[in-house]
């Protein structure tokens, strides 16, 4: 007995690549304009072609910036990698509490980077973020 084949998925191929468009390339897209365009405001764009760039290449402060960038990451990832290994090996293998550490190690996943960002900008908040209240409470 021969199976037969469905190809009806392939319709749903062109309606996610239209989302992707206007999801990943639009934006990336204006990304690319505003890096080659300078504004003083009100919507008013000139072109400033790669000055940007080479403004960037040349900066002192850019280096500085990108050797703390770099150093961070290296302590980071040498904390985060043998605590990860040392977590998934250490997670139960069955039962209830197997299921339990999945999910509690999956939750971070279910919340966008952008808005752990805005979290801790209100965090921070001297006027309703608790972190900003303590340290104008102590003077900083």
Same mark, same amino acid.
């Given at each position: 007995?021969?199976?037969?084949?469905?190809?009806?998925?392939?319709?749903?191929?062109?309606? #996610? @690549? #239209?989302?992707?468009?206007?999801?990943?390339?639009?934006?990336?897209?204006?990304?690319?304009?505003?890096? #080659?365009?300078?504004?003083?405001?009100?919507?008013?764009?000139?072109?400033?072609?790669?000055?940007? /760039?080479?403004?960037?290449?040349?900066?002192?402060?850019?280096h500085?910036?990108?050797?703390?960038?770099? @150093?961070?990451?290296?302590?980071?990832?040498?904390?985060?990698?043998?605590?990860?290994? /040392?977590?998934?090996?250490?997670?139960?293998?069955?039962?209830?509490?197997?299921?339990?550490?999945?999910?509690?190690?999956?939750?971070? $996943? @279910?919340?966008?980077?952008?808005?752990?960002?805005?979290?801790?900008?209100?965090?921070g908040?001297?006027?309703?973020? $608790? $972190?900003?209240?303590? @340290?104008?409470?102590i003077?900083?």
């Open positions: 007995m021969e199976k037969t084949q469905n190809n009806k998925a392939w319709f749903l191929v062109p309606p #996610v @690549l #239209v989302i992707v468009a206007f999801s990943a390339v639009i934006p990336l897209m204006t990304v690319v304009n505003y890096s #080659v365009n300078d504004t003083f405001g009100e919507n008013e764009f000139f072109w400033n072609g790669l000055g940007w /760039f080479e403004e960037m290449i040349t900066s002192d402060r850019m500085d910036a990108l050797g703390r960038q770099v @150093l961070f990451s290296a302590i980071i990832l040498a904390i985060e990698v043998p605590l990860g290994i /040392f977590i998934a090996l250490n997670m139960p293998k069955k039962g209830f509490w197997a299921s339990f550490g999945l999910v509690l190690m999956a939750l971070p $996943l @279910l919340i966008p980077f952008n808005v752990v960002g805005t979290i801790w900008q209100i965090f908040r001297v006027d309703i973020g $608790l $972190l900003g209240h303590a @340290l104008a409470a003077g900083h």
